[in-house]
Protein backbone atom coordinates (compact mmCIF):
# COMPACT_ATOMS: atom_id res chain seq x y z
CA UNK A 1 0.00 0.00 0.00
CA UNK A 2 1.39 3.04 -1.54
CA UNK A 3 0.40 6.70 -0.88
CA UNK A 4 0.06 8.98 -4.44
CA UNK A 5 3.55 10.32 -3.69
CA UNK A 6 5.25 6.79 -2.48
CA UNK A 7 3.53 5.30 -5.63
CA UNK A 8 5.22 7.52 -7.83
CA UNK A 9 8.49 7.47 -6.70
CA UNK A 10 8.69 3.76 -6.49
CA UNK A 11 7.45 3.52 -10.58
CA UNK A 12 9.99 5.98 -11.13
CA UNK A 13 12.80 3.84 -9.66
CA UNK A 14 11.51 0.68 -10.96
CA UNK A 15 11.22 2.31 -14.43
CA UNK A 16 14.92 3.30 -14.29
CA UNK A 17 15.67 -0.39 -13.50
CA UNK A 18 13.40 -1.95 -15.93
CA UNK A 19 15.49 0.79 -18.25
CA UNK A 20 18.47 -0.63 -17.37
CA UNK A 21 17.75 -4.16 -17.18
CA UNK A 22 16.43 -3.80 -21.34
CA UNK A 23 19.47 -1.77 -22.26
CA UNK A 24 21.89 -4.98 -20.61
CA UNK A 25 19.93 -7.34 -23.44
CA UNK A 26 21.96 -5.38 -25.84
CA UNK A 27 25.29 -6.25 -24.36
CA UNK A 28 24.10 -9.86 -26.05
CA UNK A 29 25.19 -9.68 -29.97
CA UNK A 30 22.49 -12.31 -31.31
CA UNK A 31 20.04 -9.87 -29.23
CA UNK A 32 21.13 -6.73 -31.13
CA UNK A 33 20.69 -8.56 -34.43
CA UNK A 34 17.17 -9.95 -33.71
CA UNK A 35 16.13 -6.61 -32.16
CA UNK A 36 17.22 -4.77 -35.48
CA UNK A 37 15.10 -6.80 -37.58
CA UNK A 38 12.42 -6.48 -35.22
CA UNK A 39 12.48 -3.01 -36.26
CA UNK A 40 13.69 -2.43 -39.74
CA UNK A 41 17.38 -0.91 -39.21
CA UNK A 42 21.12 -1.97 -39.40
CA UNK A 43 23.14 -3.57 -37.13
CA UNK A 44 23.02 -2.28 -33.79
CA UNK A 45 26.64 -0.95 -32.49
CA UNK A 46 25.16 -0.25 -28.73
CA UNK A 47 22.40 0.98 -26.47
CA UNK A 48 22.03 3.88 -23.80
CA UNK A 49 19.22 4.30 -21.46
CA UNK A 50 17.61 7.51 -20.69
CA UNK A 51 18.00 9.65 -23.55
CA UNK A 52 20.34 12.32 -22.40
CA UNK A 53 20.71 10.40 -19.38
CA UNK A 54 17.77 11.77 -17.88
CA UNK A 55 19.31 15.40 -18.70
CA UNK A 56 16.61 18.41 -19.50
CA UNK A 57 16.51 19.26 -22.72
CA UNK A 58 15.69 22.48 -24.56
CA UNK A 59 11.71 22.71 -25.17
CA UNK A 60 9.71 24.78 -28.22
CA UNK A 61 8.71 27.40 -25.20
CA UNK A 62 12.43 27.97 -24.64
CA UNK A 63 12.69 26.37 -21.18
CA UNK A 64 13.61 22.61 -20.23
CA UNK A 65 11.89 19.55 -19.82
CA UNK A 66 12.20 16.18 -20.00
CA UNK A 67 12.08 14.44 -23.39
CA UNK A 68 10.13 11.02 -24.21
CA UNK A 69 13.41 9.14 -25.47
CA UNK A 70 14.15 6.12 -22.60
CA UNK A 71 16.44 4.23 -24.88
CA UNK A 72 18.74 5.35 -27.64
CA UNK A 73 20.03 2.44 -30.21
CA UNK A 74 23.48 3.41 -32.33
CA UNK A 75 23.47 1.44 -35.33
CA UNK A 76 26.31 0.82 -38.05
CA UNK A 77 25.95 3.30 -40.48
CA UNK A 78 26.01 5.86 -38.28
CA UNK A 79 22.02 6.43 -37.66
CA UNK A 80 20.57 6.40 -34.21
CA UNK A 81 16.67 4.99 -32.86
CA UNK A 82 15.34 6.46 -30.16
CA UNK A 83 12.63 4.56 -28.20
CA UNK A 84 10.04 4.88 -25.20
CA UNK A 85 9.72 2.40 -23.26
CA UNK A 86 6.57 1.56 -21.20
CA UNK A 87 6.85 -0.76 -18.56
CA UNK A 88 3.32 -1.20 -17.23
CA UNK A 89 0.56 -1.57 -19.20
CA UNK A 90 -1.45 1.61 -18.49
CA UNK A 91 -0.64 4.97 -16.87
CA UNK A 92 0.40 8.49 -17.25
CA UNK A 93 2.07 8.92 -20.68
CA UNK A 94 2.06 12.79 -20.72
CA UNK A 95 0.88 15.39 -17.91
CA UNK A 96 1.03 18.75 -18.89
CA UNK A 97 -0.65 22.39 -17.77
CA UNK A 98 -3.80 23.72 -19.80
CA UNK A 99 -1.40 27.08 -20.98
CA UNK A 100 1.93 24.54 -21.71
CA UNK A 101 -0.52 22.26 -23.67
CA UNK A 102 -1.67 25.29 -26.02
CA UNK A 103 1.05 27.20 -26.20
CA UNK A 104 3.55 23.33 -26.68
CA UNK A 105 1.35 22.22 -29.45
CA UNK A 106 1.19 25.38 -31.43
CA UNK A 107 4.96 26.01 -31.38
CA UNK A 108 5.32 21.85 -32.16
CA UNK A 109 3.40 21.42 -34.85
CA UNK A 110 3.42 25.47 -36.28
CA UNK A 111 -0.63 25.42 -35.81
CA UNK A 112 -2.77 27.34 -34.12
CA UNK A 113 -5.71 25.64 -31.98
CA UNK A 114 -9.05 28.03 -32.65
CA UNK A 115 -10.29 30.34 -30.38
CA UNK A 116 -13.51 28.33 -29.45
CA UNK A 117 -11.35 25.05 -29.03
CA UNK A 118 -8.71 27.11 -26.37
CA UNK A 119 -12.31 28.25 -24.80
CA UNK A 120 -13.46 24.76 -24.57
CA UNK A 121 -10.30 23.38 -23.10
CA UNK A 122 -10.01 26.06 -20.53
CA UNK A 123 -13.88 25.06 -19.81
CA UNK A 124 -13.05 21.59 -19.47
CA UNK A 125 -9.71 21.43 -17.97
CA UNK A 126 -10.41 25.03 -15.39
CA UNK A 127 -8.38 27.50 -16.44
CA UNK A 128 -11.97 29.63 -17.42
CA UNK A 129 -12.92 32.18 -15.03
CA UNK A 130 -15.93 31.37 -16.14
CA UNK A 131 -16.37 27.95 -14.71
CA UNK A 132 -18.13 28.84 -11.32
CA UNK A 133 -20.80 30.92 -12.62
CA UNK A 134 -21.65 28.34 -15.31
CA UNK A 135 -21.44 25.70 -12.95
CA UNK A 136 -24.04 27.60 -10.73
CA UNK A 137 -25.92 27.67 -13.75
CA UNK A 138 -26.17 24.32 -15.14
CA UNK A 139 -24.08 22.47 -13.65
CA UNK A 140 -24.73 18.66 -13.97
CA UNK A 141 -22.11 17.34 -11.08
CA UNK A 142 -22.21 20.64 -9.21
CA UNK A 143 -20.18 19.56 -6.06
CA UNK A 144 -17.47 18.30 -8.36
CA UNK A 145 -17.22 20.44 -10.60
CA UNK A 146 -16.99 23.33 -8.41
CA UNK A 147 -14.27 21.10 -6.25
CA UNK A 148 -12.40 20.44 -9.64
CA UNK A 149 -13.30 23.90 -10.87
CA UNK A 150 -13.91 22.00 -14.00
CA UNK A 151 -16.68 21.55 -16.35
CA UNK A 152 -17.96 18.07 -16.99
CA UNK A 153 -18.95 17.40 -20.67
CA UNK A 154 -22.46 17.37 -20.15
CA UNK A 155 -22.12 20.69 -18.32
CA UNK A 156 -20.30 22.22 -21.54
CA UNK A 157 -23.54 20.88 -23.84
CA UNK A 158 -25.79 22.23 -21.72
CA UNK A 159 -24.27 25.35 -21.64
CA UNK A 160 -22.85 26.19 -25.20
CA UNK A 161 -23.31 22.65 -27.75
CA UNK A 162 -20.76 24.18 -30.18
CA UNK A 163 -17.95 24.04 -27.84
CA UNK A 164 -18.96 20.56 -26.90
CA UNK A 165 -18.91 19.19 -30.23
CA UNK A 166 -15.89 21.53 -31.61
CA UNK A 167 -13.61 20.16 -28.72
CA UNK A 168 -14.10 16.62 -29.51
CA UNK A 169 -13.97 17.54 -33.29
CA UNK A 170 -10.74 19.04 -32.67
CA UNK A 171 -9.08 16.10 -31.27
CA UNK A 172 -10.12 13.85 -33.86
CA UNK A 173 -8.84 16.51 -36.52
CA UNK A 174 -5.66 16.58 -34.85
CA UNK A 175 -5.00 12.92 -33.30
CA UNK A 176 -2.21 12.40 -35.41
CA UNK A 177 -0.32 15.52 -33.65
CA UNK A 178 -1.74 14.40 -30.25
CA UNK A 179 -0.13 10.60 -30.36
CA UNK A 180 3.14 12.26 -31.52
CA UNK A 181 2.74 15.01 -28.98
CA UNK A 182 1.92 12.24 -26.23
CA UNK A 183 4.10 9.56 -27.27
CA UNK A 184 7.13 11.16 -29.37
CA UNK A 185 7.73 14.57 -29.12
CA UNK A 186 6.67 16.33 -25.83
CA UNK A 187 7.63 19.84 -25.80
CA UNK A 188 11.26 18.70 -26.95
CA UNK A 189 12.68 21.10 -29.70
CA UNK A 190 15.49 19.02 -31.42
CA UNK A 191 13.97 16.38 -33.37
CA UNK A 192 17.09 14.18 -33.07
CA UNK A 193 15.67 13.32 -29.33
CA UNK A 194 12.19 12.26 -30.43
CA UNK A 195 11.01 9.05 -29.58
CA UNK A 196 10.31 6.99 -32.69
CA UNK A 197 8.82 3.25 -31.35
CA UNK A 198 7.15 2.42 -28.22
CA UNK A 199 8.06 -0.53 -26.80
CA UNK A 200 5.94 -2.40 -23.80
CA UNK A 201 8.64 -4.58 -22.33
CA UNK A 202 9.16 -5.49 -18.39
CA UNK A 203 11.82 -7.34 -17.21
CA UNK A 204 10.78 -6.97 -13.54
CA UNK A 205 7.95 -10.02 -13.80
CA UNK A 206 5.05 -7.52 -13.74
CA UNK A 207 3.58 -8.48 -16.76
CA UNK A 208 5.10 -10.92 -19.91
CA UNK A 209 4.61 -7.86 -22.67
CA UNK A 210 7.13 -7.62 -24.98
CA UNK A 211 5.53 -5.80 -28.01
CA UNK A 212 7.05 -2.94 -29.85
CA UNK A 213 5.07 -0.45 -32.19
CA UNK A 214 6.32 2.42 -34.69
CA UNK A 215 5.10 5.41 -33.54
CA UNK A 216 4.05 6.40 -36.88
CA UNK A 217 2.14 3.51 -37.34
CA UNK A 218 0.11 4.15 -34.22
CA UNK A 219 -0.61 7.53 -35.28
CA UNK A 220 -1.99 6.43 -38.98
CA UNK A 221 -4.26 3.99 -36.72
CA UNK A 222 -5.61 6.11 -34.57
CA UNK A 223 -6.45 8.78 -37.07
CA UNK A 224 -8.10 5.34 -38.78
CA UNK A 225 -9.97 4.68 -35.66
CA UNK A 226 -10.61 8.33 -34.78
CA UNK A 227 -14.39 8.01 -34.23
CA UNK A 228 -13.74 6.04 -31.28
CA UNK A 229 -12.93 9.69 -29.97
CA UNK A 230 -15.86 10.37 -27.90
CA UNK A 231 -16.82 12.23 -24.10
CA UNK A 232 -16.52 9.09 -21.23
CA UNK A 233 -19.57 8.17 -20.20
CA UNK A 234 -19.33 8.28 -16.12
CA UNK A 235 -19.86 11.02 -13.88
CA UNK A 236 -21.29 13.22 -16.44
CA UNK A 237 -17.91 12.70 -18.97
CA UNK A 238 -14.63 13.27 -16.92
CA UNK A 239 -12.64 12.53 -19.75
CA UNK A 240 -12.06 12.12 -23.37
CA UNK A 241 -12.16 8.83 -24.59
CA UNK A 242 -9.08 8.13 -27.57
CA UNK A 243 -8.09 4.70 -29.58
CA UNK A 244 -4.97 4.73 -27.45
CA UNK A 245 -6.25 5.46 -23.78
CA UNK A 246 -8.08 8.48 -22.19
CA UNK A 247 -7.45 12.51 -21.38
CA UNK A 248 -8.39 13.75 -18.06
CA UNK A 249 -8.29 16.20 -15.65
CA UNK A 250 -5.75 16.02 -12.88
CA UNK A 251 -4.04 18.05 -10.45
CA UNK A 252 -0.84 16.18 -8.72
CA UNK A 253 -0.44 19.32 -6.55
CA UNK A 254 -4.16 19.34 -5.67
CA UNK A 255 -4.16 23.10 -7.16
CA UNK A 256 -6.51 24.88 -9.54
CA UNK A 257 -6.45 24.84 -12.57
CA UNK A 258 -5.85 21.38 -12.86
CA UNK A 259 -3.40 19.99 -15.68
CA UNK A 260 -4.34 17.88 -18.52
CA UNK A 261 -3.37 14.23 -18.24
CA UNK A 262 -2.79 11.58 -21.28
CA UNK A 263 -3.15 8.33 -20.44
CA UNK A 264 -2.02 5.38 -22.28
CA UNK A 265 -3.88 1.48 -22.76
CA UNK A 266 -1.91 -1.32 -24.16
CA UNK A 267 -4.95 -3.13 -24.60
CA UNK A 268 -6.90 -0.36 -26.31
CA UNK A 269 -3.60 0.47 -28.17
CA UNK A 270 -3.52 -2.88 -29.58
CA UNK A 271 -7.30 -3.46 -30.64
CA UNK A 272 -6.71 0.12 -32.51
CA UNK A 273 -3.60 -1.34 -34.36
CA UNK A 274 -5.32 -4.96 -34.87
CA UNK A 275 -8.65 -3.24 -36.32
CA UNK A 276 -6.66 -1.40 -38.51
CA UNK A 277 -4.34 -4.09 -40.05
CA UNK A 278 -7.91 -6.76 -40.32
CA UNK A 279 -9.23 -3.90 -42.49
CA UNK A 280 -11.83 -3.75 -39.73
CA UNK A 281 -12.04 0.11 -40.14
Known amino acids: MRNRSEGWQWAKRSGHKNEDLVCQ ?35 VLGDYSKGKTDLVLSCQDGTQV ?55 RCGVKKDYELRKHRLVAETLKAYNAKLYDCLLQWFKDNIKDIVLFCFSRGLVKKQI ?11 LDENNVDRIFSIKQICDACYENREQIVYGNRFGGTTIQLPFGFVQWHSPQKTVPGCIQFHHKYKSLLCTLTAVSNGNV
Open 82 to 136: NVSIKKSLGGQVFLVTIDRFINGFEKQFNRVIPENVKEAIGLFWGSSSKVEDIVK
Open 25 to 59: QFENEDYCNEFAKRIGCDNILSANVGGLCEKEVET
Open 193 to 203: LWAEFVWYINM
